[in-house]
């Protein structure tokens, strides 16, 4: 007889697999009480309103006072969203993040005068403040960001009317989020045993990998069958989305929305296109690989479906969370006993919250609020890919933990660009240590598939993703419309490109634009395919010993948003306004692919 497995709810967790939301409020009603505090501290804000540029006194008082409330702010957003990450289905913790939402809006618009106002004192007027008030030092480089981007900050009124407008700019997302995480059910799958399984999104990927070629088509059909009943709400959803993004690029007289992501870390828009030029000049390698996969799964004719099964079967490789943690930890040796001694801590200080439970967020991510420890959700169900999740959300968390405890809180945040570093360079190192500790030659060959099943998903797979946003948001920068159909065309045929005629593009593939949480934060997946290069250029460098490297690399993660982006990680002697570090990372491809090849 058959059991279904069902995932449990969220009172039932273990408390020791859970995250310590207490360190950030002791209690919900601490939150509550921060709540006031934090609107009488905005109330209060208002009084600098018009006298920005009287003294340097009142400028540094000023932007002391604007640090401590975004500050708490973000600390009581941070909490409020991760205890309805939690449980999606948490009537009252999805309220607290909601009014977590509104209450961020408010912020907004309470300090939106401040740019305005700053960039109305004169030069020689901030110069003469600064010289004069040894505090306002700090401030420099926030100030010199402020005159970058002069030309797309506009007047106090304006400034306030796209604040308040902001909240329903993010309603596109919180839609799609909440019919993604709490609404959308997918049904069972009969697992390989017979059991009926709930599909959820931790699950798929785990079905994927099915050795039973029939679940991984049952999986693959009902998720996206699920979609596809909703495919023009969802759509309508995307484009809503797309056309906010849009509005405020105009707003804040930029070209393109594209161009306005990028801007705020001052990444120049050539960066994003040479990447898919670079990618699609190897694409004849992923067709290389795509046929490789057909020969060893032995099928005539090899399905999206068959994308994610290990090619070399192993199939007791299950690992415990407390084996991940001890792999992750012997894989990221060579940054040192102060990274291991902080990775350590991470585990065992209530950072993480390691299982599914009914209605938890899916993915998984890594947060925080400067001023207490960094946080990351994990969905761990035991596979190798898991423990590479584990290893690549740790980097984020102890770039934060680096960062926050080098900057004051105004630097401390750093940018997308450059945290998809430090979690993948992680993930390099764990696969160079796997590979070292290897068996026999199956087991080799096992870590070589998977880590070229790594490149796939984020260098190609990214890059398609990151080629998709460039072409739907320019269709709506044109005017055109974007319906369910123009949208599973164009994907459809963007898989057709980068996967080749080996394959039979399935039909349902045409949905999976539908389920990707990223495309509503537009232009951020382009920096998985940058930061994996980057990544193993910089890995590379530290498992070749080369001198002084890892202190470098350390002097990266510390130093948050005090520099660009770019210049960060030439400390570290990598170059991504060049083609080479794409182009090397794709070479590391080609060379694994062909010794599996040869097996």
């Known amino acids: 007889m058959s059991v279904e497995r069902k995932n449990p709810k969220r009172e039932e967790a273990d408390v020791k697999d859970c995250w310590r939301m207490e360190d950030l409020y002791p209690t919900d009603q601490a939150w509550e009480e921060d709540v006031e505090v934090l609107r009488q501290e905005l109330e209060s804000f208002a009084a600098y309103q018009g006298k920005l540029g009287e003294s340097s006194g009142m400028l540094l008082e000023a932007l002391r006072a604007q640090d401590a409330l975004t500050l708490r702010m973000e600390r009581l957003y941070v909490y409020a969203c ?13 309220d607290m993040a909601d009014r977590a939402q509104i209450l961020m809006v408010q912020v907004n618009d309470g300090t939106s005068y401040v740019e305005p106002e700053l960039l109305e004192i004169p030069e020689e007027t901030w110069q003469r403040f600064l010289d004069g008030e040894e505090g306002l030092a700090v401030y420099k ?23 308040k407008a902001s909240e329903m700019g993010q309603s596109p997302q919180n839609i799609f989020m909440m019919f993604n995480n709490a609404d959308i059910r997918f049904g069972t799958v009969r697992g390989a045993d017979g059991s009926e399984q709930e599909l959820t999104h931790g699950r798929y990927v785990q079905f994927l990998e099915s ?18 009943r909703f495919r023009h709400t969802l759509a ?16 804040r007289d930029y070209d393109s929305s594209r161009e306005a992501a990028l801007d705020q870390a001052n990444i120049p828009v050539a960066v994003y296109d040479r990447l898919i030029e670079a990618v699609h000049s190897h694409l004849p390698v992923m067709y290389r690989y ?22 070399v079967e192993n199939p007791s490789r299950e690992y415990t969370f407390d084996q991940a943690k001890e792999l992750v930890k012997e894989g990221l040796a060579p940054l040192g006993e102060d990274y291991i001694r902080l990775l350590e801590e991470g585990f065992q200080g209530g950072w993480i919250d390691v299982y599914e439970n009914q209605g938890k967020r899916s993915g998984a991510y890594s947060w925080g609020a400067y001023g207490t420890h960094p946080y990351v959700l994990l969905n761990h169900n035991g596979t190798l890919d898991h423990v ?13 933990y ?6 004051p809180y105004i630097y401390a945040g750093y940018k997308i660009f450059v945290a998809e570093v430090a979690s993948t360079c992680n993930e390099a190192l764990l696969i160079h240590h796997l590979l070292g500790k290897a068996k026999d030659e199956r087991e080799r060959a096992y870590l070589i598939d998977h880590f070229l099943d790594k490149f796939k998903g984020t260098l190609f797979r ?42 039979e593009v399935d039909k349902a593939i045409e949905m999976e634009w539908a389920r990707i949480p990223h495309f509503y934060n537009a232009f951020y997946v382009y920096q998985y395919a940058t930061g994996f290069s980057a990544a193993i250029a910089i890995s590379s460098k530290i498992l070749a010993g080369e001198p002084g490297i890892v202190e470098k690399y350390k002097q990266f993660l510390s130093g948050g948003s005090s520099m660009d982006c770019i210049d960060l990680l030439k400390i570290c002697g990598v170059d991504m306004t060049s083609k080479e570090p794409v182009e090397n990372a794709l070479r590391v491809f080609e060379r694994y692919l062909e010794e599996l090849e040869k097996r």
């Open 141 to 163: 480089r926030y100030m010199e960001e402020k005159q970058r981007k002069k030309a797309h900050i506009l007047s106090q009124e304006m400034e306030g009317v796209l604040a």
């Open 402 to 407: 680096y960062s926050d405890k080098a900057q």
């Open 388 to 400: 590479f999740t584990l290893a690549h959300e740790m980097g984020h968390a102890l770039h934060s």
């Open 236 to 251: 309508a959803t995307f484009s809503a989305n797309v056309k906010q993004e849009l509005f405020f690029a105009r707003m």
């Open 290 to 311: 795509v046929r490789l996969r057909r020969k060893k799964l032995g099928v005539e004719k090899l399905h999206m479906y068959d994308l994610y099964v290990p090619l």
């Open 462 to 503: 990214q890059t398609m993703f990151a080629e998709f946003e460039r072409t739907v948001h320019e269709m709506v920068q044109r005017g055109e419309v974007l319906t369910a159909e123009n949208l599973c065309r164009i994907y459809h045929a963007l898989n057709v490109r980068y996967y080749g005629e080996d394959i």
């Open 211 to 228: 050795r039973d070629r029939r679940v991984r088509r049952e999986a693959f059909e009902k998720l996206y069958a699920a979609y596809d």
């Open 82 to 94: 991760q205890r309805s990450h939690q449980d999606m289905g948490n009537a009252f913790y999805q």
